[in-house]
């Protein structure tokens, strides 16, 4: 027994020793920041679990449920899972490497690549449903070469659980999963559509994310309205022009790896065998393409390009020569990753980072601090929603611990956006604020919002400019008592307000506005 188990640990030195270098990256940038708008959103979902939400399935909302059940709340805490998922995907770089028969330089390279990509550096600080998608989408890949290498039935059941689990995880695996469909088709793989085996795993898959279908079901298929809202403000901007070359953009300091990849796997013949995984890339890429999504719903396909570009690599430097040329393509990811690392991941202080900042936009590098509003700022747009949600909260709990204990009882927080609403949430029970239930019609939190709320005071939070929001119009006294003032905030200026004295028919007023705008939620 010892033996067997120090011969598995010799096999998978390298993996095993990748994977705890990306894990390490939790302890460097857990702390600078706050968390991001969208961490606060789906950790307040995990305080409400259900078999669905308006954002995503719930697995993510599941995930966060487990994380302060098991590990409390802090920073740290929150960004444990992102991380493992993010080393579990540099570990499943060398793996399919050896899978396609990559030998140890090829898995070294094939964790670096993904250890060094930059693209892949960014999304694993944060507690979103990204980085669990890719994960699922890199387990996809692993199990097909498990399947192709060993024809195991096994294998495909486990690809039906990855499939079911990662529907849980976010819609967008279905680009993968009829990506693969057409792969197949084209492919002499099609002879799996008459293996018993591939249909007892598209049931496990079904099964599994049935409850979410029969969720979206019972709330008449919110996602259906969350695409076409999406498509009107945000996708109909998307071009194949800007689509193509940020593909080219994401993965900056290893693209010459993946394209040898993608090459290796559609024209190699030492690669021939896995011809249908380098389809179902090229089709995911071509389908998100054309269906104008954001482009980087593909970077699930990555890892697998950069394995494969790795093997190839490999396989090409293996003369006396060329030989000492392998070193290479692992230091040159790594020089550009540092390049431009605090980009990437917010480590630096923030005075460091507005200085670095500065130096970039003066050698015409702006991208990364030109907001949505066109503007240059001072940090990059997502660094800015990780400030100011503690002052909010505060300033929240100090208009309603001001108020009688009796007119306590008779006050709601109404918060205007998600991200005010869930930070208010967090910190609430990270700091015993002892506020009542946040409410807010936007995001999940219209489903919390009781149909019904009777209250004589409201605590009101949102960016009002001109002292003009809907809300004001149902009170006859209004006082702003607070206002974030955080320099580096995105949201700078919003208020805390408090609102008394309301209209004589404010509950039906209320009533009707949460009606409104749960309208497109009719239960079936």
Request: net charge positive.
């Amino acid at each position: 027994m010892t033996d067997r188990k120090q011969s598995w640990l010799n096999q998978n030195a390298i993996i095993i020793f990748f994977f705890l270098v990306k894990f390490t990256q939790l302890f460097f940038t857990s702390s600078n920041y706050e968390l991001h708008r969208d961490e606060y959103l789906y950790l307040a979902e995990g305080d409400h679990m259900a078999w669905g939400y308006l954002e995503v399935p719930p697995l993510v909302p599941f995930l966060a449920f487990l994380t302060k059940s098991l590990f409390g709340s802090s920073i740290t805490a929150v960004r444990l899972f992102p991380t493992l998922f993010g080393a579990g995907i540099v570990a499943l770089g060398g793996l399919m490497a050896r899978e396609m028969g990559g030998k140890k330089y090829a898995e070294v390279l094939g964790c670096c690549v993904i250890l060094f990509s930059s693209a892949f550096v960014r999304v694993s600080i944060l507690f979103m449903p990204v980085i669990v998608e890719l994960f699922f989408w890199t387990i996809y890949s692993y199990l097909i070469f498990r399947y192709l290498n060993h024809r195991s039935a096994k294998n495909l059941i486990f690809l039906g659980i990855a499939f079911g689990l990662g529907m849980m995880t976010k819609y967008s695996s279905a680009f993968f999963i009829v990506s693969l469909l057409i792969g197949l088709a084209l492919t002499n793989e099609r002879k799996l559509f008459i293996n018993r085996w591939f249909w007892i795993a598209t049931a496990i898959a079904f099964i599994i994310f049935l409850p979410n279908l029969l969720w979206q079901y019972n709330y008449n298929f919110p996602v259906v309205h969350h695409m076409k809202e999406l498509r009107e403000t945000q996708l109909i901007n998307v071009n194949w022009g800007d689509f193509l070359k940020d593909q080219l953009i994401m993965n900056l300091t290893v693209l010459p790896i993946w394209i040898i990849g993608l090459g290796a796997l559609l024209f190699s013949k030492t690669l021939a065998n896995y011809r249908i995984i380098g389809l179902t890339a090229f089709f995911v890429v071509f389908i998100l393409m054309i269906s104008s999504g954001k482009s980087y719903y593909t970077l699930g396909v990555y890892p697998v390009l950069l394995a494969a570009g790795a093997v190839q690599i490999e396989q090409w430097l293996i003369g006396k020569v060329s030989y000492w040329f392998r070193p290479a393509f692992i230091l040159v990811p790594v020089v550009l990753l540092y390049l431009i690392l605090p980009i990437c991941i917010p480590y630096l202080p923030t005075t460091k980072m507005i200085a670095f900042g500065k130096k970039m936009v003066a050698k015409g590098i702006d991208g990364p601090w030109r907001w949505e509003d066109g503007k240059i700022h001072d940090l990059p747009q997502d660094y800015a929603d990780m400030f100011g949600w503690e002052e909010i909260a505060k300033k929240v709990a100090e208009t309603y611990h001001s108020l009688s204990p009796e007119e306590q009882k008779q006050t709601i927080i109404f918060c205007d956006n998600y991200g005010f609403a869930g930070a208010v949430q967090y910190y609430n029970k990270r700091l015993n604020l002892n506020l009542p239930e946040v409410q807010s019609l936007d995001a999940s939190f219209m489903l919390w919002t009781p149909a019904e709320l009777r209250f004589k005071t409201m605590i009101y939070v949102d960016w009002v400019r001109n002292n003009d929001a809907g809300a004001f119009k149902l009170f006859h006294s209004v006082k702003q008592t607070g206002a974030m003032t955080n320099i580096y905030s995105r949201e700078r200026g919003t208020g805390v307000y408090l609102l008394q004295q309301p209209v004589d028919n404010i509950d039906e007023l209320v009533k009707g506005a949460v009606k409104q705008e749960r309208a497109f939620l009719a239960e079936n």
